[in-house]
């Protein structure tokens, strides 16, 4: 009879994996090519959750660098939450990343490397744990970037052609 409830229900983590994406960064796929993708937590404050949960955060001008043995992000602006008490948080400070150590020795051997740097993508909630995605990436140069844009152009004429021959 009461084995079918799970003991400390309160406490268990969402389980399910639901994911809401906050904010995204579309600006990054088109300055840098993106090596490789990293998801680390987020160490925050409690208005500052709140307030990404109002989705009142940008990550279009943020960078992280890796510093001793933690990986830092910056110019990620977390707007102040209104109905904070005395405890409102600076929404211009720098937050730590949650990442594994064999992660973040990857990272700064990578980053040491000319050209490579570390972009965050997206900020998302993963069940009830603020998430952030970061990549490894190496910025385009301007012709990779006019490239990619004649890419795009002729394949959406090509749809639109064969949108156009099945009518």
Do not use: C
Request: no cysteine; hydrophobic share 30%; net charge positive.
């Amino acid at each position: 009879m009461y084995e079918s409830i799970p003991p400390y229900i309160g406490f268990m983590p969402d389980t399910n994996g639901n994911i809401r994406i906050i904010a995204t960064n579309r600006k990054a796929y088109h300055n840098y090519i993106i090596m490789e993708k990293y998801e680390a937590g987020l160490e925050l404050m409690g208005s500052e959750v709140k307030s990404i949960r109002q989705g009142k955060v940008s990550i279009q001008e943020s960078y992280a660098s890796v510093e001793d043995d933690s990986v830092w992000v910056y110019s990620m602006r977390i707007s102040p939450y209104e109905q904070a008490s005395f405890e409102k948080h600076d929404p211009d400070r720098k937050k730590r990343l949650l990442l594994h150590k064999r992660e973040i020795r990857k990272l700064r051997i990578k980053t040491q490397e000319r050209g490579f740097t570390l972009i965050p993508l997206k900020l998302y909630f993963k069940g009830k744990l603020a998430k952030i995605e970061i990549g490894l990436a190496r910025g385009k140069k301007l012709y990779d970037k006019r490239e990619a844009l004649k890419k795009r152009e002729d394949e959406r004429r090509i749809r639109r052609g064969l949108r156009e021959r099945n009518r």
